[in-house]
């Protein structure tokens, strides 16, 4: 009878004994710490270098661009520096436009007005002189009254555009009442008011009359032109 083979025996790995001495195990560890910060060390001096670099460029970019803008500031104010006397006479130009605009529009038709005085009065008597202004000017009885000192008319109605003071002479004696009359019955005469009636003989007569007019004494000639 055979007899069967045994199966081999199988023994475990070798044992691995650290036969370095305790001294040079230490010293070995201490190196290889230190690399290990040496690099770390190294890393953060690294990004702090690359950092720096960093806000460097982002600090002369941004001095450039200021210094593009600064200078497109200066030549900006060298430009308005510039047109600002063209301002000024496009300034005064539309200041003057308004003036003549507001002016024109409000001519008035004097020597009609002054006719139209003219005719109204009774026959015998005619105008010698007078006085004119737009708006409600001082009357010759306001004036009379206070010595001279009256600067508008106490009696000017509202709306007045313009003011005639005329003094009217006759060979023949004018009643106050007439004349008054007269004037009132002018298309456009807002009120009437007569300063002094005198007789400087018994063949000349005058008085001074202040005739206020409505805005129907408006030309309108330059309306259409102002428009």
């Known amino acids: 009878m055979m007899l069967g083979r045994s199966a081999a025996l ?5 044992p691995r004994v650290n036969l370095l001495p305790p001294a040079e195990r230490e010293r070995r560890e201490q190196a290889a710490l230190a690399r290990r910060w040496g690099l770390i060390a190294v890393g953060a001096a690294a990004l702090v270098v690359l950092a720096v670099a960093v806000t460097a460029l982002l600090v002369r970019s941004a001095d450039g661009d200021l210094q593009a803008e600064q200078a497109r500031t200066t030549a900006l104010a060298r430009q ?3 047109n ?15 003036y003549r ?8 038709s004097w020597g009609r007005a002054l006719g ?5 009065l009774p026959n015998g008597a005619r105008i010698d002189g007078f006085d004119a202004v737009v708006g409600a000017a001082a009357s010759a009885a306001a004036t009379s009254a206070t010595g001279g000192g009256a600067t508008l008319a106490a009696t000017a109605p509202s709306g ?7 003094q009217v002479s006759s060979m023949l004696p004018m009643d106050q009442k007439a004349v008054v009359a007269s004037f009132t019955r002018v298309p456009g005469v807002l009120g009437v008011e007569m300063a002094d009636l005198s007789s400087e003989s018994s063949a000349s007569y005058s008085s001074t009359t202040t005739v206020f007019f409505d805005d129907s004494i408006l030309s309108h000639k330059y309306a259409e032109k102002a428009g």
């Open 10 to 14: 199988v023994y475990g790995a070798p």
């Open 116 to 120: 139209a005085l003219q005719d109204a």
């Open 160 to 166: 007045t555009v313009a003011t005639f003071t005329v």
């Open 101 to 108: 605009t507001q002016v024109m529009t409000s001519d008035v």
């Open 80 to 82: 308005l520096a510039a």
């Open 84 to 98: 600002r006397d063209v301002a000024t006479a496009t300034r005064d130009k539309s200041a003057y436009e308004a």
